[in-house]
């Protein structure tokens, strides 16, 4: 038990150099009013003397918690970054410290070594290495299993890169990671390639390729599968969106009809009903903005199908992707379209699309030209791309 006395001019005073000197633990046992010694303290104003005591063990006891403390956020930061560090490395031969953790953990180890405690140079040490690995690497790669370095750099988001390591983890085979991935990364992606039949339905952020995709189906559908076909745009919004369609119509020679009401819709889709499929364009929205959302569903409400394809392109940053497919989740649509594929050179947004949306891929486009730049890809040949085992040109 350590007893101090101290002579201050206030309460605030004693209780500041109380904590400072015997840390916050210490208690004040009494305090009373006194005058300095001496004949000249007989005139002078009366001072405060305060007595303060600490216990000793219990500070002791404190320091060790600290330390535990530091350790344990130290240890849970490694984890965040690292993933699977597990305390082996942290010995003290690894220790090289950069000047400023140096000069810290030196504080710790001088009031410890007085002490003469040994474990709690131990752990001091511990935390050393640990301190040291996190700055040696800035980038947090250390740890990183290179399966999981691969994923991140195809671009899956963190999300599903946890979700495929975790699949991975609880398979029980003997297999090379690598074809685990395969299987993981196959079996997230869901593949729809029933014929495009009644009214299809494109909807999705401005200027994706939607009114692009409606050309290259219709060419796909009528000049090659030679199926009869009908187009409807109900994007008067945007200028020259009309005739941007009405152009490719009149060059395959197909019917064509602009719906300007809600009101029109379901009769011009009745009214084309003898078309073995109607492709209907729709406007670019902003899936951020719930009233073009919900005008847009007005329309598509009338239409009546289950043939709505959501068209979000491959470039789309990873962060927007979860806003757009929860913006246009109102809407209900039933596959995804992504494209332009050929824009860049990583396709992990793919799987972060598919895992977003939980609904199956029917078309990828690769390109600006009509019709050729579309088709659909099985589970497999997307897997390759995702991974990085294959690139569009
Ligand atoms: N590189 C590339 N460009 C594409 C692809 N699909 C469409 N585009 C281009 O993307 C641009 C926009 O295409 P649109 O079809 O007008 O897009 P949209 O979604 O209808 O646009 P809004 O009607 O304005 O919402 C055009 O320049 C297209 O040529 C593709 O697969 N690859
Ligand atoms: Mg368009």
Same mark, same amino acid.
């Given at each position: 038990m350590i007893i101090k006395k101290y002579k201050v001019n206030s309460m605030n005073e004693a209780i500041t150099r109380i904590k400072y000197e015997l840390g916050s633990e210490a208690v004040i046992i009494s305090q009373r009013k006194i005058r300095k010694k001496g004949i000249l303290g007989f005139f002078s104003k009366k001072i405060l003397e305060v007595t303060a005591a600490v216990d000793n063990k219990k500070r002791e006891d404190n320091m060790n918690y600290g330390i535990k403390t530091i350790k344990k956020i130290v240890n849970d930061g490694m984890k965040n970054n690292l993933l699977d560090v597990d305390g082996k490395d942290t010995k003290a031969e690894n220790i090289d410290l950069e000047q400023n953790s140096t000069r810290t953990n030196s504080l710790y180890e001088n009031s410890i070594v007085e002490k003469n405690n040994d474990d709690l140079i131990k752990e001091v040490q511990q935390m050393k290495g640990m301190l040291n690995k996190i700055m040696s690497n800035p980038y947090?790669?250390?740890? +990183?299993? #290179?399966?999981? %370095? &691969?994923?991140?750099?195809?671009?899956?988001?963190?999300?599903?890169? =946890?979700?495929?390591?975790?699949?991975?983890?609880?398979?029980?085979?003997?297999? +090379?990671? #690598?074809?685990? %991935? &395969?299987?993981?990364?196959?079996?997230?992606?869901?593949?729809?390639? =029933?014929?495009?039949?009644?009214?299809?339905?494109?909807?999705?952020?401005?200027?994706?390729?939607?009114?692009?995709?409606?050309?290259?189906?219709?060419?796909?559908?009528?000049?090659?599968? =030679?199926?009869?076909?009908?187009?409807?745009?109900i994007d008067t919004y945007r200028i020259g969106a009309v005739e941007q369609l009405r152009t490719y119509a009149d060059i395959m020679n197909i019917p064509f009809k602009v719906v300007f009401t809600i009101k029109d819709m379901e009769k011009t889709v009745q009214n084309m009903k003898d078309c073995d499929a109607i492709l209907i364009d729709t406007t670019g929205r902003n899936s951020k903005n719930k009233m073009q959302i919900s005008e847009l569903r007005a329309f598509i409400d009338k239409i009546k199908t289950d043939n709505i394809h959501l068209v979000i392109s491959c470039t789309t940053k990873n962060r927007d992707i979860d806003a757009i497919i929860n913006g246009y989740s109102q809407l209900n649509y039933n596959d995804i379209i992504i494209t332009k594929l050929d824009e860049t050179c990583t396709y992990g947004s793919i799987l972060n699309i598919l895992q977003s949306a939980k609904k199956p891929i029917s078309f990828v486009t690769t390109g600006q030209n009509v019709p050729e730049d579309i088709k659909t890809m099985s589970s497999e040949e997307l897997t390759k791309l995702v991974l990085g085992e294959d690139i569009i040109c």
């Open positions: 947090g790669n250390v740890g +990183k299993s #290179e399966l999981q %370095l &691969k994923l991140e750099n195809s671009d899956l988001n963190q999300n599903v890169t =946890k979700k495929i390591l975790s699949s991975i983890n609880i398979m029980e085979d003997d297999r +090379k990671d #690598e074809e685990k %991935l &395969k299987e993981v990364v196959q079996n997230m992606i869901k593949v729809d390639n =029933k014929e495009l039949s009644n009214a299809v339905v494109l909807i999705g952020p401005t200027g994706v390729g939607k009114t692009t995709t409606i050309a290259k189906l219709a060419g796909r559908l009528a000049l090659i599968e =030679k199926k009869k076909i009908g187009l409807i745009t």
